[in-house]
């Protein structure tokens, strides 16, 4: 996963991460160009995930 690649589609990734883990809110998912690893971070406490394993699913959703 790129910086630009999440960009590009960061809401469709966004509203099926929500579908999947309700407990993420708006904040937790957003995304701010540049700060993908403290994105990563927020999403790491929230769902208990490693970054690895939280950049894969990211990367098939």
Do not use: F, H, P
């Not at 099926?16 to 700060?35: H, I, M, P, R, V």
């Not at 993908?36 to 790491?44: A, F, H, M, S, V």
């Amino acid at each position: 996963m790129n910086e630009l690649q999440l960009k590009g589609n960061w809401n469709e990734v966004k509203g099926k991460l929500k579908q999947k883990y309700a407990n993420l809110t708006d904040d937790d998912l957003q995304y701010s160009e540049g700060k993908t690893d403290e994105l990563l971070g927020r999403l790491q406490q929230k769902t208990g995930k490693a970054k690895e394993d939280l950049k894969k699913e990211i990367e098939n959703l």
